[in-house]
Structures are given as C-alpha cells and as structure tokens.
T-cell receptor
Framework: GAVVSQHPSRVICKSGTSVKIECRSLDFQATTMFWYRQFPKQSLMLMATSNEGSKATYEQGVEKDKFLINHASLTLSTLTVTSAHPEDSSFYIC?????????????FGAGTRLSVL | SQQGEEDPQALSIQEGENATMNCSYKTSINNLQWYRQNSGRGLVHLILIRSNEREKHSGRLRVTLDTSKKSSSLLITASRAADTASYFCATDAGANSKLTFGKGITLSVRP
C-alpha cells in the first residue's frame, strides 16, 4: 500500500517551453502533497506544500509563478514548470502524506529528471 | 534550510559488516525518520522514531535517538550489496508538518 506514482520519469525540453509533472497517490487519499527539488549529490529541497482544494504554500525563494502547483483532487497534484530554462534542469520529486495512514510519514514518487536544452 | 547533518558523508564497507550512520539536528522535533534513496529514484521510508523514544528496531535496522544531544544513529547490521544507497534523516515538528532533510550519507557495500 501507499504507492505514489510520478510521471513522467524523464523529460527533455527546449528552453521556453512549459513542463507538467503529475503526482498521483494510487491507493490512498493524499490530503497533503509535497514537491521537492534535488541537485546531484545533494539533499532534497522542499519547494512547496500542496493541500487539496487550496493554494499551495511555497517555501522562501521559490517563485510561485514559475512553479505552478495544482492539487485538484485527493489523488492528484501537478507541478508545472513554466517557461523552463536550463537552470531549471533538476530532479523533481513529489511525496504524499495521508489522513488515516501514519501522518508524519511521506510516500515518495520515483522522481522526474528534467533537462532543459 | 537543512536541519539534519549526517556523518559520515560517505561510507564504504564490506558485505556482512555493520554500517553506522549518524544524524544531528538543531531544533526541537516531534519525530525523526530515516529514508533511503537509490540512485536516481525517489525516497523510501525506513523507520520513524518519536521524540519520547530512545531506540527502535525494524529487521536489520536499529535507530537510536538522543534528544539531549539532538542526534540519532542508524545501524544496518549484516549489510548486503543491495543496501548500497543514500540515506537521509528527516525531522518534523508535528502532525502533518513538513519534513526537513539532512544532506544524506552515501553508503557503498562491496560484495
């Protein structure tokens, strides 16, 4: 149980295009989802916390107009990197926490590697 | 900002040996967790220890927590090549709060 699916696993795009990443909880309802960014050989940096039906809470220094987050249902959150540039190239990971499951444990997707040319 | 600081940053051991990884943190916590990440993949939850607990076991894993020193250790006994991964400690301040991850430890287990 507690499976989180993240799609796509890899995307290569041209500079200026927008990229959407989906994060789905497959067998539980995710009241809260988290989006992280990870640079090579570094830790996870929390970008934003997404609660179903409300606006995401962004961490300091993260541009909300650049990284659009939508959490329209209890099983789906999306992150859209708008007008991507090479400096946006990174590994993006989502996670989900859920009511009813151990509240403080997060279940992670497999990550999306974004390469912007 | 980073809360946990793990040490060592990299650890290389022979299969069958035990691996000990340490984590220190700065602020008060509700829980401390350890996660594992295989290269290029997401994280997998290993074990959670609450602030009022001192030790916890799960299979080959043993976690200790010393809140007076703001530190935790993760022991993997009888390591296997498949244990090769990065290990992160993460702390939280309460129910449904965000996790703050440490920098991670890269463990290599040589067959």
């Amino acid at each position: 149980g507690a499976v989180v699916s993240q799609h796509p696993s890899r995307v290569i795009c041209k500079s200026g295009t927008s990229v959407k990443i989906e994060c789905r909880s497959l067998d539980f309802q995710a009241t809260t989802m988290f989006w992280y960014r990870q640079f090579p050989k570094q830790s996870l940096m929390l970008m934003a916390t997404s609660n179903e039906g409300s606006k995401a809470t962004y961490e300091q220094g993260v541009e909300k107009d650049k990284f659009l987050i939508n959490h329209a249902s209890l099983t789906l959150s999306t992150l859209t990197v708008t007008s991507a540039h090479p400096e946006d190239s990174s590994f993006y990971i989502c996670s989900a926490g859920a009511t009813g499951l151990a509240k403080n444990i997060q279940y992670f997707g497999a990550g999306t590697r974004l390469s912007v040319l | 900002s980073q809360q946990g600081e793990e040490d060592p940053q990299a650890l290389s051991i022979q299969e069958g040996e035990n691996a000990t990884m340490n984590c220190s943190y700065k602020t008060s916590i509700n829980n401390l967790q350890w996660y594992r990440q295989n290269s290029g993949r997401g994280l997998v939850h290993l074990i959670l220890i609450r602030s009022n607990e001192r030790e916890k076991h799960s299979g080959r894993l043993r976690v200790t927590l010393d809140t007076s020193k703001k530190s935790s250790s993760l022991l993997i006994t009888a390591s296997r090549a498949a244990d090769t991964a990065s290990y992160f400690c993460a702390t939280d301040a309460g129910a449904n709060s965000k996790l703050t991850f440490g920098k991670g430890i890269t463990l290599s287990v040589r067959p």
